[in-house]
Protein backbone atom coordinates (compact mmCIF):
# COMPACT_ATOMS: atom_id res chain seq x y z
CA UNK A 1 0.00 0.00 0.00
CA UNK A 2 1.04 3.29 -0.78
CA UNK A 3 1.52 5.03 2.92
CA UNK A 4 3.50 8.08 2.58
CA UNK A 5 2.18 11.17 2.59
CA UNK A 6 2.47 14.34 0.72
CA UNK A 7 5.77 15.75 2.61
CA UNK A 8 7.06 12.32 3.05
CA UNK A 9 7.54 11.62 -1.17
CA UNK A 10 8.04 14.56 -2.72
CA UNK A 11 12.17 13.94 -2.35
CA UNK A 12 12.87 10.58 -3.48
CA UNK A 13 11.73 10.47 -6.28
CA UNK A 14 14.14 13.44 -6.15
CA UNK A 15 16.14 11.32 -5.58
CA UNK A 16 15.53 10.07 -5.41
CA UNK A 17 15.41 13.40 -5.57
CA UNK A 18 9.33 16.53 -6.60
CA UNK A 19 6.38 18.08 -8.37
CA UNK A 20 4.61 17.06 -11.04
CA UNK A 21 1.58 18.68 -12.60
CA UNK A 22 -1.76 17.97 -13.11
CA UNK A 23 -2.94 16.85 -16.39
CA UNK A 24 -3.98 20.18 -17.37
CA UNK A 25 -1.33 22.58 -15.89
CA UNK A 26 1.94 23.30 -18.34
CA UNK A 27 5.20 22.70 -17.14
CA UNK A 28 7.65 25.43 -17.20
CA UNK A 29 9.75 25.51 -20.40
CA UNK A 30 13.25 24.71 -19.46
CA UNK A 31 16.39 25.23 -22.23
CA UNK A 32 19.00 23.09 -21.33
CA UNK A 33 20.89 24.24 -24.41
CA UNK A 34 22.01 26.91 -22.92
CA UNK A 35 23.67 26.15 -19.96
CA UNK A 36 25.73 27.92 -17.33
CA UNK A 37 29.29 26.57 -16.36
CA UNK A 38 29.36 25.65 -12.90
CA UNK A 39 30.23 28.47 -10.87
CA UNK A 40 33.80 28.89 -10.22
CA UNK A 41 35.00 30.85 -6.63
CA UNK A 42 36.96 33.82 -6.30
CA UNK A 43 40.59 32.84 -5.21
CA UNK A 44 40.43 35.03 -2.32
CA UNK A 45 36.64 33.85 -1.79
CA UNK A 46 35.66 30.64 0.64
CA UNK A 47 35.48 27.79 -1.79
CA UNK A 48 31.50 27.11 -1.98
CA UNK A 49 30.19 22.81 -1.55
CA UNK A 50 28.47 22.16 -4.78
CA UNK A 51 26.19 19.61 -4.87
CA UNK A 52 24.76 18.07 -8.11
CA UNK A 53 20.69 16.69 -8.14
CA UNK A 54 19.98 14.39 -10.53
CA UNK A 55 16.51 15.91 -12.31
CA UNK A 56 14.91 12.70 -11.26
CA UNK A 57 11.76 15.07 -11.22
CA UNK A 58 11.36 17.81 -13.31
CA UNK A 59 14.23 20.43 -13.08
CA UNK A 60 12.23 23.43 -11.40
CA UNK A 61 10.51 21.15 -8.57
CA UNK A 62 14.18 19.49 -7.86
CA UNK A 63 15.47 22.99 -7.44
CA UNK A 64 12.54 23.87 -4.68
CA UNK A 65 13.07 21.16 -3.09
CA UNK A 66 16.38 21.07 -2.55
CA UNK A 67 16.95 24.33 -1.22
CA UNK A 68 16.45 24.42 2.42
CA UNK A 69 18.83 21.43 2.72
CA UNK A 70 21.57 23.82 1.04
CA UNK A 71 21.28 26.62 3.49
CA UNK A 72 20.88 24.31 6.41
CA UNK A 73 24.56 22.38 4.78
CA UNK A 74 25.91 26.15 4.49
CA UNK A 75 24.92 26.99 8.05
CA UNK A 76 26.78 23.96 9.79
CA UNK A 77 29.53 24.35 7.55
CA UNK A 78 29.97 27.74 7.26
CA UNK A 79 30.57 27.68 3.84
CA UNK A 80 27.97 28.74 0.48
CA UNK A 81 26.71 25.72 -0.75
CA UNK A 82 25.51 25.58 -4.31
CA UNK A 83 23.31 23.53 -5.95
CA UNK A 84 23.99 21.97 -9.66
CA UNK A 85 21.61 20.68 -12.18
CA UNK A 86 21.92 19.06 -15.34
CA UNK A 87 19.68 17.41 -17.95
CA UNK A 88 20.95 13.78 -17.63
CA UNK A 89 22.37 11.42 -15.06
CA UNK A 90 25.65 10.63 -16.86
CA UNK A 91 26.21 14.60 -16.65
CA UNK A 92 26.16 14.74 -13.09
CA UNK A 93 28.14 11.47 -12.63
CA UNK A 94 30.84 13.76 -15.27
CA UNK A 95 31.05 16.42 -12.59
CA UNK A 96 31.51 14.20 -10.42
CA UNK A 97 34.52 12.17 -11.88
CA UNK A 98 35.99 15.66 -12.75
CA UNK A 99 35.62 17.18 -9.14
CA UNK A 100 33.67 20.12 -10.47
CA UNK A 101 31.05 18.79 -7.78
CA UNK A 102 31.86 17.44 -4.59
CA UNK A 103 28.54 15.86 -3.55
CA UNK A 104 25.67 14.11 -5.57
CA UNK A 105 22.11 13.15 -5.07
CA UNK A 106 22.11 10.31 -8.03
CA UNK A 107 20.19 7.70 -9.09
CA UNK A 108 21.26 3.84 -8.37
CA UNK A 109 22.46 3.18 -11.72
CA UNK A 110 24.64 6.17 -12.24
CA UNK A 111 26.13 5.03 -8.60
CA UNK A 112 26.70 1.85 -9.81
CA UNK A 113 28.58 3.11 -12.80
CA UNK A 114 30.60 6.01 -11.24
CA UNK A 115 31.49 3.32 -8.21
CA UNK A 116 33.23 0.74 -10.94
CA UNK A 117 34.10 2.96 -13.89
CA UNK A 118 35.78 6.35 -11.40
CA UNK A 119 35.62 5.58 -7.93
CA UNK A 120 32.07 7.25 -7.25
CA UNK A 121 32.10 6.89 -3.15
CA UNK A 122 28.66 6.36 -0.91
CA UNK A 123 28.35 8.89 1.77
CA UNK A 124 24.42 7.83 2.91
CA UNK A 125 21.16 7.28 1.69
CA UNK A 126 17.77 8.71 2.44
CA UNK A 127 15.14 6.63 4.42
CA UNK A 128 11.11 6.86 4.16
CA UNK A 129 9.32 5.12 6.97
CA UNK A 130 12.22 2.93 8.43
CA UNK A 131 13.06 2.07 4.64
CA UNK A 132 15.21 2.10 1.93
CA UNK A 133 13.71 1.26 -1.12
CA UNK A 134 11.82 1.82 -4.13
CA UNK A 135 10.93 0.18 -6.93
CA UNK A 136 10.05 0.29 -11.23
CA UNK A 137 5.84 0.66 -11.84
CA UNK A 138 5.32 0.01 -15.33
CA UNK A 139 2.36 2.18 -16.31
CA UNK A 140 -0.44 2.46 -19.23
CA UNK A 141 -3.22 4.54 -19.94
CA UNK A 142 -6.36 3.23 -17.15
CA UNK A 143 -8.25 2.51 -20.33
CA UNK A 144 -5.69 0.17 -21.67
CA UNK A 145 -5.89 -3.36 -21.95
CA UNK A 146 -2.69 -4.26 -21.38
CA UNK A 147 -1.84 -6.72 -18.49
CA UNK A 148 2.08 -7.09 -18.93
CA UNK A 149 4.79 -5.93 -20.44
CA UNK A 150 4.49 -8.76 -23.57
CA UNK A 151 1.04 -6.53 -24.53
CA UNK A 152 2.97 -3.16 -25.08
CA UNK A 153 4.34 -4.71 -28.49
CA UNK A 154 4.64 -2.04 -30.98
CA UNK A 155 3.35 0.94 -28.75
CA UNK A 156 5.04 3.60 -28.12
CA UNK A 157 7.18 3.95 -24.81
CA UNK A 158 8.44 7.05 -22.96
CA UNK A 159 12.07 6.06 -20.92
CA UNK A 160 12.83 8.64 -17.97
CA UNK A 161 17.08 8.92 -18.64
CA UNK A 162 19.28 6.70 -20.44
CA UNK A 163 20.78 5.36 -16.60
CA UNK A 164 18.07 5.50 -15.29
CA UNK A 165 17.25 1.75 -12.90
CA UNK A 166 13.56 2.83 -12.59
CA UNK A 167 12.91 4.67 -16.21
CA UNK A 168 15.15 2.42 -19.11
CA UNK A 169 17.33 -0.06 -17.58
CA UNK A 170 14.53 -2.70 -15.83
CA UNK A 171 11.80 -1.79 -18.03
CA UNK A 172 14.78 -2.90 -20.92
CA UNK A 173 15.21 -5.89 -18.63
CA UNK A 174 11.79 -6.87 -19.24
CA UNK A 175 11.70 -6.77 -23.03
CA UNK A 176 14.34 -8.20 -23.09
CA UNK A 177 13.00 -11.50 -21.15
CA UNK A 178 10.99 -11.67 -23.87
CA UNK A 179 13.72 -12.13 -26.03
CA UNK A 180 13.63 -8.41 -27.76
CA UNK A 181 14.87 -5.22 -27.79
CA UNK A 182 13.41 -1.94 -26.92
CA UNK A 183 14.58 -1.38 -30.84
CA UNK A 184 12.48 -4.26 -32.40
CA UNK A 185 10.01 -4.63 -29.91
CA UNK A 186 7.86 -1.44 -29.24
CA UNK A 187 6.71 0.91 -32.44
CA UNK A 188 9.10 4.13 -30.94
CA UNK A 189 10.58 5.02 -27.54
CA UNK A 190 11.84 8.83 -26.60
CA UNK A 191 13.54 10.27 -23.45
CA UNK A 192 11.50 12.57 -21.27
CA UNK A 193 14.73 12.81 -19.06
CA UNK A 194 12.54 13.18 -15.52
CA UNK A 195 9.65 11.10 -13.80
CA UNK A 196 7.23 13.20 -13.33
CA UNK A 197 7.24 14.26 -17.26
CA UNK A 198 6.92 10.62 -18.09
CA UNK A 199 3.70 10.26 -16.17
CA UNK A 200 2.40 13.15 -17.77
CA UNK A 201 3.26 11.48 -20.83
CA UNK A 202 1.08 8.68 -20.90
CA UNK A 203 -1.70 10.06 -18.66
CA UNK A 204 -2.20 12.60 -21.62
CA UNK A 205 -1.53 10.37 -24.40
CA UNK A 206 1.86 11.00 -25.58
CA UNK A 207 2.96 7.84 -24.72
CA UNK A 208 1.07 4.48 -24.82
CA UNK A 209 3.69 3.38 -21.56
CA UNK A 210 6.55 3.89 -19.32
CA UNK A 211 8.20 2.68 -16.54
CA UNK A 212 8.77 4.90 -13.48
CA UNK A 213 10.07 5.49 -10.13
CA UNK A 214 7.21 4.56 -7.53
CA UNK A 215 7.69 7.60 -5.43
CA UNK A 216 7.54 9.56 -7.84
CA UNK A 217 4.13 8.04 -8.39
CA UNK A 218 3.03 8.03 -5.48
CA UNK A 219 3.53 11.94 -4.94
CA UNK A 220 1.36 12.46 -7.96
CA UNK A 221 -1.23 10.81 -7.58
CA UNK A 222 -1.62 12.35 -4.38
CA UNK A 223 -1.00 15.13 -5.15
CA UNK A 224 -3.57 15.05 -8.75
CA UNK A 225 -6.22 12.29 -7.30
CA UNK A 226 -7.85 12.47 -10.96
CA UNK A 227 -4.87 11.13 -12.14
CA UNK A 228 -6.14 7.78 -11.09
CA UNK A 229 -8.57 8.17 -13.46
CA UNK A 230 -6.18 8.25 -16.24
CA UNK A 231 -3.09 5.90 -15.73
CA UNK A 232 -2.34 2.40 -14.17
CA UNK A 233 0.46 0.69 -12.81
CA UNK A 234 0.58 -3.05 -14.67
CA UNK A 235 3.66 -3.99 -13.45
CA UNK A 236 5.99 -3.81 -10.01
CA UNK A 237 9.82 -4.48 -10.05
CA UNK A 238 11.54 -6.25 -7.30
CA UNK A 239 12.85 -3.76 -4.56
CA UNK A 240 15.76 -1.76 -5.68
CA UNK A 241 17.60 0.16 -2.44
CA UNK A 242 17.49 3.70 -2.54
CA UNK A 243 19.32 6.44 -4.75
CA UNK A 244 21.92 7.43 -2.52
CA UNK A 245 24.21 10.76 -1.34
CA UNK A 246 27.50 9.77 -2.86
CA UNK A 247 30.70 12.08 -2.72
CA UNK A 248 33.39 12.69 -5.60
CA UNK A 249 36.95 10.50 -5.57
CA UNK A 250 38.68 14.10 -5.19
CA UNK A 251 37.08 14.38 -1.67
CA UNK A 252 39.37 13.54 1.04
CA UNK A 253 38.57 11.25 3.36
CA UNK A 254 38.48 13.59 6.31
CA UNK A 255 36.06 16.06 4.05
CA UNK A 256 33.41 13.22 3.28
CA UNK A 257 33.45 11.82 7.18
CA UNK A 258 32.29 15.47 8.24
CA UNK A 259 29.69 15.27 5.38
CA UNK A 260 28.83 12.21 6.35
CA UNK A 261 28.52 13.15 10.09
CA UNK A 262 26.50 16.00 9.39
CA UNK A 263 23.97 14.36 7.43
CA UNK A 264 23.36 11.38 9.68
CA UNK A 265 22.44 13.91 12.49
CA UNK A 266 20.09 16.18 10.67
CA UNK A 267 17.02 14.20 12.39
CA UNK A 268 18.53 14.64 15.88
CA UNK A 269 19.03 18.59 15.29
CA UNK A 270 15.67 20.48 15.75
CA UNK A 271 16.49 22.89 13.22
CA UNK A 272 17.18 19.99 10.47
CA UNK A 273 13.54 18.90 10.98
CA UNK A 274 11.55 21.48 9.15
CA UNK A 275 15.00 20.42 5.99
CA UNK A 276 14.08 16.78 6.30
CA UNK A 277 10.16 17.98 6.03
CA UNK A 278 10.91 19.82 2.77
CA UNK A 279 12.95 16.86 0.97
CA UNK A 280 9.93 14.15 2.17
CA UNK A 281 12.15 11.55 4.57
CA UNK A 282 12.71 10.45 7.66
CA UNK A 283 16.47 11.12 7.16
CA UNK A 284 19.88 9.77 5.97
CA UNK A 285 21.40 6.38 7.01
CA UNK A 286 24.17 4.64 6.39
CA UNK A 287 24.36 2.08 3.85
CA UNK A 288 26.85 -0.45 2.32
CA UNK A 289 27.89 -1.03 -1.65
CA UNK A 290 26.52 -4.14 -1.32
CA UNK A 291 23.25 -3.08 -0.93
CA UNK A 292 23.51 -1.95 -4.69
CA UNK A 293 24.05 -5.66 -5.74
CA UNK A 294 20.51 -6.14 -6.95
CA UNK A 295 20.43 -3.24 -9.49
CA UNK A 296 24.19 -4.49 -10.77
CA UNK A 297 22.66 -8.16 -11.37
CA UNK A 298 19.45 -6.30 -13.76
CA UNK A 299 22.35 -3.91 -15.35
CA UNK A 300 24.78 -7.09 -16.16
CA UNK A 301 22.05 -9.09 -17.60
CA UNK A 302 20.92 -5.77 -19.79
CA UNK A 303 24.08 -5.54 -20.84
CA UNK A 304 24.85 -9.25 -21.36
CA UNK A 305 22.22 -9.63 -23.60
CA UNK A 306 23.02 -9.61 -27.61
Given amino acids: MRTCSVTRVVVLSLLLGACTASRTAALPYVDFSHRSPVPVAASTAIKPLRVAVAAILSPEGTIDSYGALASYLAERLGRPVEIVQRRTYQEINDLLKSGDVEVGFVCTSAYVAGH ?4 LRL ?6 DDQTIYYSELIVPYDSTAESMSDLRGVVFAFTDPISTTGRIYPTYLVEQLGETPETFFARTFFTYSHDRAIKAVADGVADAAAVDSL ?5 LKRNPNLALQIKVINRSPAFTIPPVVVSPDVTPRQAAELRDLLLSISTDPTGTPVLATLGIDGFVSVDDGAYDGVRAVIDAVEQTP
Avoid: R, S
Avoid at 116 to 119: A, E, L, N, P, V
Avoid at 123 to 128: C, D, E, G, K, N
Fill in 116 to 119: DQFG
Fill in 123 to 128: LVAPQI
Fill in 216 to 220: VLDYA
